[in-house]
């Protein structure tokens, strides 16, 4: 399977803990796009990077969130002390380069109690 | 801010029956996707349109951007059960993030 992986596919969390949320792209893709989606709503850009650097973080809370992608391995979305409101699903999507199409993961869905 | 706004936002209609979905913007986008969307799944990539104007065909789906490359419209003819999902319009500006519609919500009735 060359498609984008994302891990878990499902995550439950209590409030006031962490949440890391797991992203390989494609095959020959280093540019990764994470986006939020909440229920019934549609998705919402967060962050985009490519290898070791951070492109544009414009749609990330400015507290609590972080996000990287290092020269090795899968690219991680960080929520410390996670509130009920961060309950939703977060899609990870991959590109070739700037400007090419965006092919997306299954998303995690993240629960907190 | 840059806004799209999907119409309808819920679709419910009788198999064979044929039907639109428009996807409006007062901002100008270099390219516009649309997606489809299952229940917990991620969108999948259905089509691009890069060209004012521009018309593409896949089976029964007809995609076409607007001239000024604010809108887009997503036609079906002859819907099936299959065609039921989510279905969302995505506008690119440049290299980086896409912008999403709300999503149309289509059901398609036996």
């Known amino acids: 399977n060359a498609g984008v992986m994302q891990n878990p596919r499902h995550l439950v969390r209590r409030r006031g803990q962490e949440a890391r949320l797991r992203c390989s792209p494609m095959k020959g893709h280093s540019h990764v796009y994470w986006y939020r989606q909440l229920p019934e709503e549609g998705l919402k850009f967060m962050v985009y990077l490519q290898k070791e650097n951070i492109i544009d973080e414009s749609g990330m809370p400015k507290e609590r969130f972080s996000a990287e992608f290092p020269k090795e391995g899968p690219s991680i979305l960080r929520i410390q002390q996670v509130v009920r409101g961060d309950s939703a699903a977060y899609f990870c999507a991959s590109s070739p380069g700037p400007g090419y199409e965006q092919y997306f993961g299954p998303g995690t869905r993240l629960t907190v109690t | ?110």
């Open chain 2, 1 to 110: 801010t840059q806004l799209l706004e999907q119409s309808p936002q819920f679709l419910s209609i009788q198999e064979g029956e044929n039907l639109t979905v428009y996807c409006n913007s007062s901002s100008v986008f270099s390219s516009l996707q649309w997606y489809r969307q299952e229940p917990g799944e991620g969108p999948v990539l259905l089509v691009t349109v890069v060209t004012g104007g521009e018309v593409k065909k896949l089976k029964r789906l007809t995609f076409q951007f607007g001239d000024a490359r604010k809108d887009s419209s997503l036609h079906i003819t002859a819907a099936q059960p299959g065609d039921t999902g989510l279905y969302l319009c995505a506008g690119s500006q440049g290299a980086q993030k896409l912008v999403f519609g709300q999503g149309t919500r289509l059901t398609i009735n036996p």
